[in-house]
């Protein structure tokens, strides 16, 4: 079983991905990969390329794209939505989340971060 490997959207706090990054994680950034231009879809399709669950505050575009996914039979490794929160959660939630899914259990999943409190 493998972790998950992350892809922050541009509005996820860039610091999140240096925490755990030193942590361990295997985190990349929309500013690292250059990709601040790109829209919801294009950041999807590169994530799933990469082999990445992407992390987002997006909720709303990032579910429908997760949902269109799910119909027309593309794969995915994650899609992953929060609320805008303090750091100090986001970052809690997002280690109980990396701790209680493999790479596996996430591929073409939608999940809530909040369900990781």
Known sequence: MTTPRLYLDEDVDPLLA??????????????????????????LAFA?????????????????????????????AGV?????L???????RTLRLLHHHTAESLRNRLVWLQDFR
């Open 86 to 92: 303090p750091f100090r959660d986001l970052l809690s």
């Open 18 to 43: 240096r925490v755990l990054t030193d942590r361990g994680y295997d985190v990349l950034t929309t500013q690292e990969a250059r990709r601040l231009s790109s829209t919801d879809a294009d950041q």
């Open 48 to 76: 799933a390329q990469q082999g990445r669950a992407v992390l987002t505050h997006n909720a709303a575009h990032f579910a429908a794209l997760a949902r269109t996914y799910a119909v027309t039979g593309l794969a995915h």
């Open 80 to 84: 992953i939505v929060s609320d805008q």
